[in-house]
């Protein structure tokens, strides 16, 4: 099985940046769509971005769009989600999902079938 380990996640206040980072060990992501979701206290899990093995499709959630970045170095089997102008209401523990359909690029979770264990996200208001 693919194995996920996400880092990058701080305490940041409102406004500020962070990149997280997902690297992948036993096997590279080349043919692994990617997605990255996010989950508050008290909130179901919810799509963030996704993108295609070749980086040529992309989505975003709308609640991201503009202030969040997804892009991938299948070389060095990392997918990265660079988050900019960041709100409280970004707060939250940020997971990394691999789809092995190339293309599929998903927005709900049940698409992905190997997941990280999340890192922690915190913005201040």
């Known amino acids: 099985q693919v194995q996920l380990v996400e880092s990058g996640g701080g305490l940041v206040q409102a406004g500020g940046s962070l990149r997280l980072s997902c690297a992948a060990s036993?096997?590279?992501?080349?043919?692994?769509?990617m997605g990255w979701f996010r989950q508050a206290p008290g909130k179901e899990r919810e799509f963030v971005a996704a993108?295609?093995?070749?980086?040529?499709?992309?989505y975003y959630a709308d609640s991201v769009k503009g202030r969040f970045t997804i892009s991938r170095d299948n070389a060095k089997n990392t997918v990265y989600l660079q988050m900019n102008s960041l709100e409280p209401e970004d707060t939250a523990v940020y997971y990394c999902?691999?789809?092995?359909?190339?293309?599929?690029?998903?927005?709900?979770?049940?698409?992905?079938?190997?997941w990280g264990q999340g890192t922690q996200v915190t913005v201040s208001s």
């Open positions: 993108i295609s093995w070749s980086g040529g499709i992309i």
């Open positions: 036993g096997r590279t992501l080349s043919a692994y769509a």
């Open positions: 999902a691999a789809d092995p359909i190339p293309n599929g690029v998903g927005i709900v979770a049940a698409s992905y079938d190997y």
